[in-house]
């Protein structure tokens, strides 16, 4: 069974400034896809960006980018020069290819820009 | 706009009750995907369908039931309602044009109340 952990339930940051949010995951798939969402407090659930396994090249959106560390199982969020529409729930989410696509998310990480 | 329709937006109803979610995919899309969150909870996989056949089964309550009809909606049907069922329903789907590698589009939501 796949596993998606986010360790931060809380986090805060400057406005302006970078921010990085943590996630791992645990499988034993070799093919699959990693997510990102971000949930405002209108509670829509919006795609932040997405990174495919087979990729070495780290995904990168904008002021949104992530550190994929396959080894490790690793996939963290880095937000930079982040902004007050930042503020929001985020949820990683892993999916593995074939057998219905199943997507786990993560517990989530509220993140608060501060003014 | 995420293209993924789900109706009613708010719904209240008593406990004992008998309600239906309706979810409408975004054109093309052949999965489709239902998840409930509580209260500062995290998403919980419930059910998903794929063209019209059950693929994968999460944390449903026998309670609970969904259907994908032939023009791809689907319908979440809660029964026996019970105060913990009070959540917010959110529909996601998938798999434009069969591809596997689509990261899934969630509607608004579905925001029940059970007094």
């Known amino acids: 069974a796949q596993t998606v952990t986010q360790s931060q339930p809380e986090m805060s940051v400057q406005e302006a400034e970078t921010v990085t949010l943590s996630c791992t995951y645990d499988?034993?798939?070799?093919?699959?896809?990693l997510f990102w969402y971000k949930q405002p407090p209108s509670r829509q659930m919006i795609l932040v960006i997405r990174?495919?396994?087979?990729?070495?090249q780290n995904a990168t959106e904008n002021r949104f980018s992530v550190n994929f560390q396959k080894a490790a199982k690793s996939f963290s969020l880095k937000i930079s020069d982040s902004q007050l529409g930042d503020t929001a729930m985020y949820f990683c989410?892993?999916?593995?290819?074939?057998?219905?696509?199943?997507?786990?998310f993560g517990t989530g990480t509220s993140l608060t820009v501060i003014p | 706009d995420s293209g993924v329709t789900q109706t009613p937006k708010h719904l209240i109803t008593a406990t004992g009750q008998r309600v239906t979610l309706r979810c409408s995919p975004r054109?093309?899309?052949?999965?489709v995907y239902w998840y409930q969150q509580s209260l500062d909870q995290g998403l919980q996989f419930l059910i998903q369908?794929?063209?019209?056949?059950?693929?994968a089964k999460g944390n449903i309550l026998e309670r609970f039931s969904a259907q994908q009809f032939p023009d791809l909606h689907s319908e979440l049907n809660l029964s026996s309602l019970e105060l913990g069922d009070s959540a917010l329903y959110f529909c996601?789907?998938?798999?434009?044009?069969?591809?596997?590698?689509?990261?899934?589009?969630f509607g608004d939501g579905t925001r029940l109340s059970i007094l």
């Open positions: 054109s093309g899309d052949l999965s």
């Open positions: 499988t034993s798939e070799n093919n699959y896809y």
């Open positions: 990174q495919e396994a087979y990729k070495q």
């Open positions: 996601a789907s998938s798999g434009g044009g069969g591809a596997s590698n689509q990261p899934q589009h």
């Open positions: 989410a892993f999916m593995k290819l074939g057998g219905g696509n199943q997507f786990y």
């Open positions: 369908y794929y063209n019209g056949e059950e693929r």
